[in-house]
């Protein structure tokens, strides 16, 4: 994989595209984003309660089932059926949110629970992917 070695300034102004000598690079987000393929997958965030770490709705996460999860990762797991986005404190058996306004879950025995990955990129989405809209 080839990456274009430039810093993109928000304030940037000019005429030609900074990448115009880049034309013929391929260029793969896959490989630029995921690290192990095979054991990867895409979901796409909703809510509010990860804002504190950069994860906004409407999101994309990439999740990867490859990584063993430490403590204070951001983690998509399994809740009682209901897949959620959270930081998991091991020390505390609980999952935490990023925001102030969402309260911690404690995880008990009785609950069922599973780690279906640690995210290890969130891709921000300025307009919204086709791909993740509903076809009513």
């Keep these: ?65 490859h990584e063993t ?11 009682n059926g209901e897949f959620t986005c959270k930081i998991i404190d091991f020390t505390g058996r609980q999952l935490l949110s990023a925001c102030p306004h969402h309260r911690a879950v404690s995880i008990s025995e009785h609950d069922e629970f599973t780690i279906e990955g640690v995210v290890s990129r969130s891709v921000r989405c300025h307009r919204p992917s086709p791909l993740f809209t509903s076809k009513s």
């Design 1 to 65: 994989m080839k990456i274009i070695p430039l810093l993109a300034h928000a304030g940037i102004v000019g005429f030609e595209s900074p990448a115009a000598e880049y034309t013929d690079l391929e260029l793969s987000l896959d490989e630029l984003l995921i690290e192990h393929p095979s054991s990867s997958w895409i979901a796409l965030a909703v809510g509010t309660s990860m804002t504190g770490v950069g994860i906004f709705d409407g999101d994309i996460l990439v999740i990867d089932r």
């Design 69 to 79: 999860a430490r403590n204070t990762d951001v983690i998509v797991a399994n809740l």
